[in-house]
């Protein structure tokens, strides 16, 4: 089992940038693949990105793409989501997810039923 806290929402102007990091407990971090998905009020939570267990393939939503990118430390037992150019349509929590057991493509990898730990979340807000 593994416990995820994210951190580093904030409010931001458009065009703006902000870095998210997701800590988790545990010692079996590199163990599982790991996601970014959002959540706007009103709307269904969307993914956001994927990265395998060791960092080297990640998945990006089109809608996100040039823009955001995840990334993880294995040794630090954190993922990261670095967004550029933000846009107010990016306002949302934003959660961080781990998958364990059997991988999969990462790019099959992005509904919320692909998961199994989820974080509390964090809120975004983009100001225009």
């Known amino acids: 089992q593994v416990q995820l806290v994210e951190s580093g929402g904030g409010l931001v102007q458009a065009g703006g940038s902000l870095r998210l990091s997701c800590a988790a407990s545990?010692?079996?971090?590199?163990?599982?693949?790991m996601g970014w998905f959002r959540q706007a009020p009103g709307k269904e939570r969307e993914f956001v990105a994927t990265?395998?267990?060791?960092?080297?393939?990640?998945y990006h939503a089109d809608s996100v793409k040039g823009r955001f990118t995840i990334s993880r430390d294995n040794a630090k037992n954190t993922m990261y989501l670095q967004m550029n150019s933000l846009k107010p349509e990016d306002t949302a929590v934003y959660y961080c997810?781990?998958?364990?057991?059997?991988?999969?493509?990462?790019?099959?990898?992005?509904?919320?039923?692909?998961?199994?730990?989820w974080g509390q979340g964090t809120q975004v807000t983009v100001s225009s």
């Open positions: 545990g010692r079996t971090f590199s163990s599982y693949a």
């Open positions: 997810a781990a998958r364990g057991g059997r991988m999969k493509f990462l790019s099959s990898m992005t509904t919320t039923a692909e998961y199994d730990y």
């Open positions: 990265i395998s267990r060791s960092g080297g393939n990640t």
